[in-house]
């Protein structure tokens, strides 16, 4: 495992959070995207006018990205005693 310096963690920390925020984002688009395509489709079998497209949610903005990484960090920061116990094969 590498040491890594603070300035380095809280690089990692928001590359994280943007590749998460990212990730959501366009998950959203596409369903958006294929929910659409099935109610234009609908529509036109059944000789009706198509929907106009919803639009998409924005992009994830820097502040958003930057609190998503606060709360990593303060995931990854607690320090909690973790008792693990071994279940007996008996």
């Known amino acids: 495992m590498s040491n890594m310096s603070p ?21 959203k688009r596409e369903q958006i995207s294929s929910d659409w395509t099935v ?3 609908n529509a036109r079998h059944a000789g009706a006018t ?16 930057i609190i998503k990484a606060q709360t990593l960090n303060g995931f990854v920061s607690q320090v ?10 008996a």
């Open 50 to 65: 198509p929907p106009d497209h919803p639009g998409f949610p924005p992009y994830p903005t820097e502040a958003e990205i």
């Open 39 to 41: 109610k234009v489709e």
């Open 7 to 27: 300035f380095e963690i809280r690089l990692e920390l928001l590359k994280m959070a943007k590749e998460i925020l990212e990730h959501d984002h366009f998950g």
């Open 80 to 89: 909690q005693d973790v008792k693990v116990t071994k279940k007996s094969s």
